[in-house]
C-alpha cells in the first residue's frame, strides 16, 4: 500500500500502522480514510497530503530519498 506524507509538517501516513489514536485501524488504506481525516500532527486536510513514490524517489531525488528513509526509520520507533 502506498505511503502519504504531509505537505505541512511531514507527518508519514503508513496504512500498515494506521492511526490508533484516531480509530483508524491498521491496514487502512489511505484512500479510505474518511474525507474529514486530519493530519494528526498539524490538523491538515487530507488534500494536503501527497503519494510517495518509490521508484520515482529513487529515479530523480535521490537525495530526498535518503531523508525519507531516515525519517522514515525515526518514525517507525
Ligand atoms: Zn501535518
Redesign the pocket.
Known amino acids: 500500500m502506498d505511503l502519504y506524507t504531509?505537505?505541512?509538517?511531514?507527518?508519514y501516513y503508513d496504512p500498515e500502522y494506521g492511526d490508533e489514536e484516531n480509530n483508524i485501524h491498521a491496514g487502512t488504506a489511505f484512500e479510505k480514510l474518511s474525507s474529514d481525516w486530519k493530519?494528526?500532527?498539524?490538523?491538515?486536510s487530507k488534500g494536503?497530503f501527497y503519494k510517495l513514490d518509490y521508484e520515482e524517489l529513487d529515479d530523480t531525488y535521490e537525495e530526498d530519498y535518503d531523508t525519507f528513509d531516515a525519517l522514515h526509520e525515526e518514525y517507525m520507533e
Not at 504531509?6 to 507527518?11: I, N
Not at 493530519?39 to 491538515?44: F, K, L, N, T, V
Open positions: 504531509c505537505d505541512l509538517c511531514g507527518y493530519c494528526p500532527e498539524c490538523g491538515a494536503e
